[in-house]
Nanobody
């Protein structure tokens, strides 16, 4: 069982930055693939970024490439999402997700068993 708790969301102006954190419980954090998804009001949840359990391989949605960076710190059981050059269209509830040794289909939300409650990011224009 893994519990995930996100933090770091808030209100920021367009062009600004935020760093989201997701702290996980459990002793085998390094064996989980971790991801960030987001959901805006009236829209479906969408993949943002993931980082693998082998070699920290990362994937990004095209909409955030070059602006967002996902990283993990296994010693602290924490995954981060650094978000720069934020745009109003980045406004959403951001949730982290975890799955044991997931190596394929990391962009698909229903591949992940564990989810946090989410943290709201609002970008004003």
């Amino acid at each position: 069982q893994v519990q995930l708790v996100e933090s770091g969301g808030g209100l920021v102006q367009a062009g600004g930055s935020l760093r989201l954190s997701c702290a996980a419980s459990g002793r085998t954090f390094s064996s989980y693939t971790l991801a960030w998804f987001r959901q805006a009001p009236g829209k479906e949840r969408e993949f943002v970024a993931s980082i693998g359990w082998i070699g920290d391989r990362t994937y990004y949605a095209d909409s955030v490439k070059g602006r967002f960076t996902i990283s993990r710190e296994n010693a602290k059981n924490t995954v981060y999402l650094q978000m720069n050059s934020l745009k109003p269209e980045d406004t959403a509830l951001y949730s982290c997700a975890a799955e044991w040794r997931l190596s394929e289909t990391v962009l698909i939300s229903n591949r992940y068993s564990y989810w946090g409650q989410g943290t709201q990011v609002t970008v004003s224009s």
